[in-house]
């Protein structure tokens, strides 16, 4: 493509909305441009990135022997409501109305138009199992849209979903999309890891998440600093490997704690260190009010609680809430003479305190001194905390270390939870109506580009890996009105298209310094530069990797870019 015709409308300015790089890069290289917050029009490099992303997926799902397909993006309430998803999906769900009042949620994600959709068109186990996937776009209406393309209202992802009749049937599924998912990021060139996650609002139970690993990443990995295991930091175990204290246990006191509202403040006043502390904080588990405890230093994981009562709903109770039930606010509650009724669950390490101290339900006062058994009962005590670093892994080798992510691909064991509630079944062999068994695997297309910049950029701009580049080569002539620079930067440009080399040739009357600048900030793997040289046919080739430069002879070009691209 010639650039002169070419829409790519580069800047050299920040723009000040972005906070991170690939929302920085992908504006100033011409790739994406906000038509909204959180919405975004992908330009014509920013395709063809997409592009050859999604070409990777297909290959890999396609041999796999999955089946693509389209669906509708506009999806009757009606089917969001038999699963109960209308109301558990939350705010995110986008809902309207058509024109006769009916309601619509603009698809989020696709389990129920799927699941209705295959039950009405497989009832044998003689078509099972089948794959089923599409890339197609999503909306969510986020609270608070941010990164670029890392967490927007509209995205592009593929979604695809498996059947089956047995659980020995997805199991092998799972697995082979989870290989067919490394395969694909390995192949895109990124630095991922595969960690144990939380089912959320899909439903369902064990999955995992692939992340690439960034900075900027929302999402918190813990790993092993000596095996494989790695897991989201929501669902990483606690190993319960406390120690009996031999203090002896002293005599309760109450003590006056004016001002002192956090753990900290209250810590430091007494003069003990912050693990010595006990938080109290008082959670609404599906309109049930519980006491939840733990260490000074550990902090409460609203996951594992949720997972623990199998709640659809978990929060934290409003201030108001506290000092209704418990006589004070945030800061001064705690579990000693707490409400008649009120369930106390507790962290595994609470068990092990001696003489702690927490808050006495009253403003301004905290007991010290206080021992789980003696003082105050827990009904039951359960692994509700995050774990930190140092911890040991759960797999028993080695101790936990922490690395951010971006959540790039996830991949789920629905089972039955669709299927039940949609009535989807099959008859097996015996001719018994039996309840479908379900996969769901996603990836993140646009959201993956945006990891791949993440990680592949320098200080001048974008680094494509080959892979994914949308050019092979940026051909650059320096003077378009030298007669002779001209005419070998075309020959140049007709030589490589007929090789099957993609080419964006910048044929532009623009500064050679401008269009130096543009092709660093692209990005594209290798330039060609027509100059100087040009009555002699040589020309200039550099690696934007490393920036490796070399002078060939214009016959020596097609060799040198095949051999860069091996």
């Not at 909204?36 to 050859?52: D, E, T």
């Not at 509202?261 to 609404?284: N, S």
Request: aromatic share 10%; net charge negative.
């Amino acid at each position: 493509m010639r650039q002169s015709q070419a829409f790519i409308p580069t800047t050299k300015e920040v723009p000040a909305e972005a906070d991170i790089v690939s929302h920085q890069l992908l504006l100033r290289a011409g790739f994406i441009r906000q038509t909204a917050s959180g919405i975004y029009s992908f330009l014509p490099l920013g395709k063809k990135v997409l592009q050859h992303v999604e070409t990777v997926i297909r290959e890999e799902l396609d041999a796999l022997g999955a089946n693509e397909m389209l669906m509708p993006a506009l999806q009757p309430a009606e089917l969001w409501h038999q699963t109960g998803r209308w109301h558990a999906f939350g705010s995110e769900l986008m809902r309207l109305n058509d024109r006769h009042d009916r309601s619509f949620a603009l698809g989020a994600t696709h389990e129920e138009v799927i699941t209705s959709l295959i039950k009405d068109e497989l009832n044998s186990y003689k078509k099972l199992p089948i794959t089923m996937y599409q890339i197609q776009t999503k909306y969510r209406d986020e609270k608070r849209p941010r990164f670029g393309l890392l967490r927007g209202r509209e995205f592009i992802m593929k979604d695809a979903y498996s059947f089956h009749d047995s659980y020995e049937s997805l199991d092998e599924a799972y697995e082979l999309m989870y290989q067919a998912y490394s395969r694909i990021f390995s192949r895109l060139g990124l630095n991922f890891r595969a960690v144990i996650a939380d089912s959320g609002a899909m439903g369902g139970k064990d999955t995992h998440e692939f992340m690439a690993l960034s900075d900027v990443g929302e999402d918190v990995i813990a790993f092993s600093d000596t095996s494989s295991y790695a897991a989201n930091i929501e669902m990483a175990p606690t190993v319960d490997s406390y120690q009996e204290s031999e203090k002896k246990m002293l005599p309760l006191n109450k003590l006056a704690t004016p001002n002192q509202k956090t753990m900290q403040e209250v810590a430091d006043f007494i003069g003990h260190p912050l693990e010595q502390g006990l938080k109290t904080l008082l959670f609404k588990i599906d309109q049930s009010f519980v006491l939840v405890l733990t260490r000074g230093d550990h902090e409460v994981n609203d996951v594992k609680l949720k997972n623990l009562y199998q709640a659809s709903t978990v929060e934290l109770a409003s201030e108001a809430e506290a000092i209704e039930l418990l006589g004070a606010g945030f800061g001064s509650l705690g579990p000693i003479q707490s409400v008649k009724g009120i369930e106390i669950v507790a962290d595994y390490a609470v068990k092990y305190v001696r003489n702690t101290t927490c808050g006495a339900n009253e403003e301004g006062y905290h007991y010290v001194n206080v021992n789980p058994g003696r003082d105050f009962d827990v009904t039951q005590y359960a692994d509700i905390r995050f774990v930190t670093e140092g911890d040991p892994s759960p797999d028993g080798k080695g101790n936990l270390q922490f690395a951010r992510g971006i959540e790039i691909g996830q991949v789920f064991k629905l089972g039955t939870f669709y299927a039940e509630k949609l009535d989807a079944n099959f008859l097996n062999e015996q001719g018994k109506a039996m309840t479908l068994i379900m996969g769901c695997y996603g990836i993140g297309v646009s959201r993956t580009l945006a990891a791949i910049v993440e990680q592949y950029h320098d200080e001048k701009g974008i680094v494509w890996p080959k892979q994914v580049t949308p050019f092979q080569v940026h051909l650059l002539v320096m003077n378009s009105k030298k007669e002779e620079q001209n005419e070998l930067a075309d020959n140049l440009y007709q030589l490589l298209q007929s090789k099957g080399i993609t080419v964006l040739y910048d044929d532009r009357s623009e500064r050679a310094g401008v269009k130096f600048a543009d092709s660093d900030l692209i990005g594209i793997p290798v330039r060609i530069t027509v100059g100087k040289r040009a009555n002699d046919g040589y020309v200039e080739c550099k690696l934007r990797e490393n920036g490796e430069q070399s002078e060939l002879y214009h016959t020596e070009v097609i060799d040198y870019i095949h051999n860069a691209f091996e």
